[in-house]
């Protein structure tokens, strides 16, 4: 195998570099440059491994893709079905790509939620002066989820999957330990996961072994994020008090003082 000076690049992940220390490693090929993001298989890594710069990446991809493509969602010679359809076939898959490994912040969720609510405003003709809720658009284009919700039901599928098999290497790299964040430090991803899966085998009032069987693992994951919304909150639908744990919202219900509604995903 022969290494390409010209194509790669030295980086570390989770800690820093002083500068004096970035210098180029000399390899029998050639230099070797530091770097602090690389792009592989389309993902975009950073040395602070953060999610945030392949977000980014991706959106900004998604509304180049959109936008070249402004035309066909703008016209009105399509039904609106189809328009949206192309936009869940052709713009979604682009922005979310690798959205397994993500760490869901409120922020991420916002900007992809923003993202979706915009591209859907120029399908259906909306503008922000007509003040439209995004869950009213979402339900004219029949869009049952924001986009933050289905990277939530995408990781849970891939989080499942990875533990009903033990033989796959990401299975010991992932739940080999506890990797739980420190105080002052940003969300990891094992943590988000275990959590994910803890929250849906408690809405669905069974034990840790409910992974194992992917049809009802697919099932509740899929009507826990419903429910529960971009970051797993079950708010009440009158007063927007939020609950993590299922059995105290449905207590909450219960009491409210407010006439309850229909739960909105």
């Keep these: 195998m022969v290494l390409s000076a010209e194509k790669s690049f030295w980086m570390t992940l989770g800690c820093s570099v002083d500068q004096p220390d970035r210098e180029a490693i000399q390899l029998p090929c050639g230099k070797i440059e530091y770097t602090e993001s690389f792009k592989y298989l389309g993902v975009e890594l950073t040395s602070d491994l953060r999610d945030t710069t392949d977000v980014d990446a991706k959106l900004a991809r998604g509304r180049g893709t959109f936008k070249s493509l402004s035309k066909v969602f703008?016209?009105?010679?399509?039904?609106?079905?189809?328009?949206?359809k192309l936009f869940q076939s052709l713009i979604v898959p682009?922005?979310?790509?690798?959205?397994?490994g993500w760490t869901l912040s409120r922020s991420v969720c916002d900007k992809l939620n923003v993202f979706q609510s915009r591209c859907l405003w120029t399908i259906l003709g909306v503008r922000w002066q007509d003040h439209v809720s995004n869950e009213s658009v979402r339900s004219q284009c029949e869009v049952p989820m924001s986009l933050a919700q289905l990277v939530r039901l995408r990781r849970l599928g891939w989080t499942g999957h990875v533990l009903r098999h033990n033989d796959l290497i990401v299975h010991d790299a992932l739940f080999s330990r506890a990797d739980y964040r420190g105080r002052g430090r940003h969300r990891t991803l094992v943590a988000d996961l275990a959590a994910d899966v803890s929250l849906v085998c408690n809405?669905?009032?069974?034990?840790?072994?409910?992974?194992?069987?992917?049809?009802?693992?697919?099932?509740?994951?899929?009507s826990f994020i419903r429910q529960a919304g971009d970051l797993g909150c079950f708010k009440c639908p009158?007063?927007?008090?939020?609950y993590i744990s299922a059995s105290w919202y449905q207590k909450h219900l219960s009491k409210c003082p407010q006439p309850t509604r229909a739960i909105k995903g």
Excluded: W, Y
Excluded at 203 to 222: G, H, I, M
């Design 74 to 84: 703008c016209s009105t010679a399509l039904p609106v079905k189809l328009r949206v």
């Design 238 to 242: 009158s007063c927007a008090k939020p």
């Design 203 to 222: 809405f669905a009032n069974e034990d840790s072994t409910l992974p194992l069987n992917r049809v009802q693992f697919n099932s509740a994951s899929s």
């Design 94 to 100: 682009t922005v979310l790509h690798g959205c397994e």
